[in-house]
């Protein structure tokens, strides 16, 4: 009897015997569906089948609705505060301006005084409605403050004026959830080039299209952008459901402009120790400068000048720091490799003629020009030989920091052209041999 | 009796009446069809409550060209697939390795030979992943390219889990078909 049916395909098989194979489901189910089916549909308005729910439902909200106006109208004569909604339209803006903290800025609240912190506070409306940007004032200041002094926390305390803001923005911050909102990126407000992570915060959807609104894209859930140029974009998600529907949030992503630190000593080929050296500021988009010269002295100028007490290598660094605590730095490894050394002797000198001085010197005492000595820097190795006509060695010296005096074993030189010769190294390594005469005039 | 036509136009009126006649004449052909796709009745059974819920909300779009029973199966199969989609993370999954060395048999089959009931016990065996392509591609009908769109995979990955599927079902069968037939000839 077997051998008499038609023998098919797997696919075939299973096509038609499953494929219209009915099954009966359990009672519950219909009446399940049914309660759901009603439910649903009592949610969406259908004129036809207007009953008495909508027509409860109506008189419901119309009542609600008086009550809510009626209570409205009461606050709003109690107190008649045009500020609330001054705050609050600030504060709307506030979950997307999640302040990107610069470590350097924080060091700047501090250094200011009193003073600049009220008025950070006072323009604080001002700045928000123009740019935005006062939403991530408001945590500087709060935060900073437990590191203020404390007579200036007091003095905020007395007036309230801080902990007001504080407090109305903590309130309206509970109360406008987010929740709602499609984008949340970490950050929103920094300094290029910007890295933002966005998060997608839609529960379930089928695709996703980010665009960061300077040309680029993205369908990953959570992308993460470089806004490599400064400006303000415009960041726009769109989700779109399997059901063909689609919503869009936008973000705004302001990006400032990173300084550039730039600077040039002068003199160009500067001599440590004995220079005075002048630092040019070349930075661009700055305000505040962070000068460190390598020796351990520091400063805060535009131009700073620094004479260094000793000979080393020293790493210059500025750091620049923008309006909106963007920073640049430019370190200078050895900044004054280029220096130019060298050693140079007077042709003439007129001794002391009141007696020996042992040949000391310096600059400011020797302004007669009684000691034969060298103008140098960067010497190392020293040693100076003076001759007379004959030949013989008159003075010998192997310390720099002495000099001639015009005098020869106790005696006064007689007027005339002796020479001198000097070799030694300069503390580059580079050695020097020099020759020259010099006349000792009549005092 | 009312015609498909007339209960569609009332349906879109949300007439309840119309509504149960609707679920009354096709619940047992999409639960036929959910059952395939769930892992046991009760996950048929709310998949057949979601296809309905989103027959009767959207009837409307139902062009009335095309058969109406076709669209109905589309719904279920649509609804299941999202179902699918929904549990693959919490389902457990079986190596699919396992099955690879199966030889594809060309073994034909005779129609009345099996079961409905055998034959959906040996589908419900088989891995998630396969049992999808297995139904979508033989019972439905769908082509690869339809099924990799819908289950989000590759065409090739539908084409491969097809084979598989068909080599393990033939395994399963032929298994099952000398035991029934060893009790056939002891009855």
Redesign the interface.
């Known amino acids: 009897m077997k051998k008499e049916k038609e023998n098919i395909g797997l696919r075939d098989l299973f096509s038609r015997k499953l494929g219209k194979a009915e099954v009966i489901p359990d009672a519950s189910v219909k009446s399940d569906l049914m309660r759901r089916l009603a439910r649903k549909e009592f949610l969406r308005f259908n004129a036809s089948r207007f009953n008495i729910y909508y027509l409860g439902g109506i008189i419901i909200s119309g009542i609600t609705g008086l009550l809510l106006l009626s209570s409205y109208e009461n606050t709003h004569h109690l107190n008649n505060s045009p500020i609330k909604e001054e705050t609050f339209k600030t504060d709307s803006l506030n979950y997307f301006k999640i302040p990107v903290q610069q470590p350097d800025r924080k060091a700047q609240v501090i250094s200011d005084n009193t003073l600049s912190i009220k008025n950070s506070n006072v323009s604080i409306s001002h700045l928000s409605d123009k740019e935005g940007i006062k939403p991530t004032k408001i945590p500087y200041t709060n935060r900073d403050s437990v590191l203020l002094p404390t007579s200036i926390n007091k003095s905020i305390g007395k007036k309230g004026l801080f902990n007001d803001t504080a407090a109305t923005n903590q309130k309206l911050k509970s109360k406008y959830i987010p929740d709602e909102l499609l984008i949340d990126p970490n950050a929103s407000v920094g300094c290029a080039p910007l890295k933002v992570r966005f998060h997608n915060r839609s529960t379930s959807y089928d695709s996703c299209r980010w665009t960061f609104g300077d040309g680029g894209y993205s369908d990953k859930r959570d992308p993460e952008w470089i806004f490599d140029l400064a400006g303000e974009y415009k960041v726009v998600l769109n989700v779109y459901y399997d059901d063909g529907k689609q919503s869009s949030s936008v973000a705004t992503v302001i990006v400032h402009p990173r300084p550039q630190a730039h600077f040039e000593v002068s003199p160009a080929k500067a001599v440590v120790p004995n220079d005075e050296i002048r630092f040019l500021n070349y930075s661009t988009n700055a305000v505040q400068f962070r000068w460190k010269f390598g020796d351990g002295v520091a400063s805060e100028s535009f131009e700073p000048v620094h004479i260094y007490s000793k000979y080393a290598k020293y790493n210059v660094s500025l750091v620049a720091i923008s309006d909106w605590g963007c920073s640049d730095s430019l370190t200078v490894i050895n900044a004054f490799s280029d220096s130019k050394y060298y050693i140079e002797f007077p042709n003439a000198i007129i001794p002391n003629s009141q007696g020996p001085s042992g040949g000391y010197y310096s600059s400011k005492s020797d302004e007669g020009a009684q000691v034969f000595h060298p103008s140098f820097t960067g010497v190392s190795d020293y040693q100076l030989k003076i001759f007379s006509k004959l030949g013989i060695v008159i003075f010998e010296t192997n310390d720099i920091n002495i000099g001639w005096d015009g005098y020869n074993k106790g005696q006064l030189c007689d007027p005339g052209v002796y020479i001198w010769k000097v070799r030694g190294k300069f503390r580059n390594g580079e050695p020097f041999i020099k020759m020259g005469d010099v006349t000792i005039l009549k005092n | 009796m009312m015609s498909d036509q007339q209960i569609i136009k009332l349906c879109a ?2 007439d ?1 009446k119309a ?2 006649i609707l ?2 004449r096709y ?3 999409l ?2 069809v959910c ?2 796709y769930a892992t046991d ?1 009760a996950e ?2 709310d998949i ?2 979601d296809s ?2 989103k027959i ?2 959207n009837i409307k779009e139902y062009s009335g060209s095309g058969s109406f029973i076709g669209w109905l199966r589309k719904v279920a199969v649509n609804t299941a697939i ?1 179902q699918y989609h929904k549990n693959l993370k919490y389902r457990y999954h079986i190596d699919i390795e396992d099955y690879i060395s199966v030889e594809a048999g060309t073994t ?7 079961t ?1 009931d055998e ?2 016990k040996v ?1 419900n065996e088989l891995p998630a992943g396969y049992r999808m392509v ?1 139904n979508l ?5 769908y082509k690869h390219k339809e099924i990799a769109e819908m289950l989000g995979i590759d065409t090739n990955t539908s084409k491969s889990q097809y084979s598989r599927a ?1 080599a393990v ?2 395994d399963k ?1 032929e298994k099952l078909g000398k035991l029934k037939s060893i009790y056939s000839e002891s009855d």
């Open positions: 009126k949300h309840r509504q149960q679920y009354d619940s047992r052909l639960l036929g059952l395939r009745k048929a059974e057949l409550q309905f819920l009767f909300f999202t034909s089959f005779e129609e009345d030979f099996f409905s034959l959906f589908l297995f591609y033989a019972v439905e009908g068909k079902i033939r069968l």
